[in-house]
């Protein structure tokens, strides 16, 4: 396919599904499994109007194409936790990044060692790659806006941010005990001391100290200047300053965006809690955030009597830009996800991704949250929505790029593959009915029982 009819495909489908939203969103097929099957339709699977060959230059762009999606998903991602931190909506999402994650991946390597056949260090590469769930294509799972208290998608958001932060750690060391020679031992405390201890504590202090220090002075300095200008430079240069500091450093600049996100918007809610008179409050109830106070239609006529109004103006500017690019990139990788995947797709593939989403996913995160007292039907969602998708291709192309040892290249992707499409797919299908369900049973506890019955459902 020419440029010129890549360009034409790109602006029918964005039309189409523009025009179709209304019932795209009612319906049980989301509007990137659409892309995904135009993929698929397009590519050598179907009528062979294009391929995608993932040699090392095509490698090197998903690279950098997933690196940029997640790191602008993961800054609004924290930008819409508004949550105190002593909330236990952050614990939820502890256990799930954490202790759940180390689980999935654990299951996947037996699995891939087990099933396959694979050499430890390979089948712990492929379960750390495809054991994160995905902050950029779960949208209809994760927090909508700044709002939403809501303990389903406030656990399945946070841990989308914090999960990158296990996964990365996993695949280091699995690249690691692929080096000819390897001596376990060494290997082990530098991974350990380095890639985990440094790399979290690093990441998430980076991005709080970024995200905070940045916005605060930023913020200030448009208050006094009165300025309503857009600031969607403002976002993009605490992101990419904070990406860069993480790099430059060695720690994770996944975490540090999340965090950076996280940092802003304390920004914005103790300017809030100061406009409002009020002492800052580690349990009080989600007031109405700085952003929804302003009228981006109206800033002409707007006036800044306060700097947060100010940093409504940053935050309200900073999410639509961010959500904007981060669709953009996504509707492309999904679609070449779609023309990858027919050449690759193989049953290797369709076993690991079977398991892992009927079985290991949901028993590894019901075990991770034992003793939390959270009602099973939650549980059971939480476990199901496990959405692979981005960040599986970024850790994909990142394991190509350092080199793969005890697997070929293309075993290791077809695996990959499959699981991303095979999730976007069902869990596509599956996410709006069991939405819907489970807000008429909200809907219902709030008759019968109480806002507080419905809230822990």
Known sequence: MTPLWWLALAGVLLLATSFLSGWIHRGPVTTFAIYLVVGVLIGPGVFALTKLPLSREHIHWLHVATEAALVVSLFVTGLKLRLPFRDSGWMMALRLALPAMVLTAAGVTALVCLGLGWPFA?????????????????????????????????????????????ALPLLILALALMEPGAEVPGILAHWFTLDVLWELAGGLAIGLLGGWGLGYVGTHLRYTARDVAPSDFLALGIMVVVYAASQMLEVSGFLAAFAAGAGLRRVEVSLSESRDGKAPKETAALDTPAEMRVNPNERARASVDHPSESVGWV?????????TIERLIAVALVLAVGIAVMPALSWSGVLVACVLLLVVRPLSTWIATIGCRVPWQRRLLIGWFGIRGLGSLNYMAFAVVHGLAGVTVPAFESVVLTVVA???????????????????????AKQGGGHEAARNG
């Open 122 to 166: 390979a089948a712990l590469a492929v379960a750390a790659v495809v054991s994160p769930t995905d902050p950029v294509l779960a949208s209809l799972v994760s927090v909508d806006d700044a709002r939403d208290d809501d303990p389903l998608r406030v656990a399945l958001s946070g841990e989308a941010g914090l999960n990158d932060g296990t």
């Open 315 to 323: 935050l309200s500017d900073a999410l639509s830009f961010g959500e």
């Open 422 to 444: 095979m999730s976007i797919v069902v869990h596509g299908i599956s996410v709006t009915p069991l939405m819907q369900w489970r807000e008429r049973a909200i809907e219902a």
